[in-house]
């Protein structure tokens, strides 16, 4: 019995992810190739995104201070890494579905290294190896889906129809949640997700503490900063911090002069990408 709903999970992912990038193909994207974000949805974003920043300032801030001034830093790292060991399977798994065997590659040696050396819960590798986070919206660019209008989602904050898709399989594709769940209890499920839940999201917002709050401070408009921002991390996310090599996704490229020479082509891609059948 466990078999077969374990079977039927896959296959439900699978075809979630298939649906996911047909979506993603379909959503709007800019009418000109050089607009910065496309966002259709302004208002109602704003509302949601008040709502955010309300529930940051009221509840995730202090408790994110409280977190980082009363929890040692070695045991804050000791979380962060457990929490990059959990999530090596679906990022490596992104490298592979990119076509990225070096960087599937390199992320399973970096896990096993650190497995190996400091029982996932110390950073072995280090900066001799680090970790290069992947995930399914990133995938679905280098399949050539646009990333669609831009969104403000609430307790997620900016994202666009794309990345929310890439969110949603990823969180649903997750291997040892899908073993707890599987094998566990209900409430063993429960206690692990909303376990790595909470200890995900302090470990993000510890790493911004007090940049957010000045960078409101300097923003004339704090609502079109962040939106900015988020596009250029997407941007430079898809291409791994390669600017030179484009991609072929509508909103993604970086406004150039047509008049000008057409750039040589990068020697050596850090990304393989390819079109599935």
Request: with cysteine.
């Amino acid at each position: 019995m466990q078999s077969n709903t374990l079977r039927e999970n896959i296959r439900k992912f699978f075809c979630v992810a298939v649906v996911s990038v047909a979506l993603a193909a379909c959503a709007g994207a800019p009418k000109s190739a050089t607009e910065d974000v496309y966002d259709p949805f302004e208002p109602v974003n704003r509302v949601f995104f008040d709502f955010n920043i309300f529930l940051d300032k009221t509840v995730l801030r202090p408790v994110t201070r409280f977190y980082v001034n009363v929890v040692p830093e070695g045991f804050r790292m000791t979380v962060h890494n457990i929490l990059e060991i959990l999530n090596t399977p679906i990022v490596a798994t992104n490298h592979l579905l990119q076509g990225n065997v070096d960087g599937f590659m390199h992320t399973l040696g970096r896990a096993t290294f650190n497995l190996a050396g400091g029982a996932g819960l110390i950073d072995v590798s280090g900066e001799k190896a680090p970790f290069k986070d992947e995930d399914f919206g990133q995938t679905m660019a280098v399949w050539g889906a646009p990333g669609g209008p831009y969104l403000v989602l609430p307790f997620f904050g900016p994202s666009n129809v794309r990345d929310a898709i890439g969110t949603g399989v990823d969180s649903a594709a997750e291997p040892v949640g899908l073993l707890v769940s599987e094998f566990g209890s209900d409430l063993t499920s429960y206690l692990f997700s909303g376990s790595k839940l909470t200890a995900t999201v302090l470990d993000k917002r510890s790493r911004i503490l007090g940049q957010l709050e000045e960078l409101e401070k300097t923003s004339l408009d704090f609502y079109a900063t962040i939106r900015s921002l988020y596009q250029q991390k997407r941007r430079d996310d898809i291409r791994n911090g390669d600017s030179s090599e484009p991609l072929p996704i509508p909103e993604i490229t970086f406004e150039r002069d047509d008049s000008a020479p057409p750039r040589a082509p990068a020697p050596t891609p850090t990304k393989a990408s390819f079109t599935p059948n």
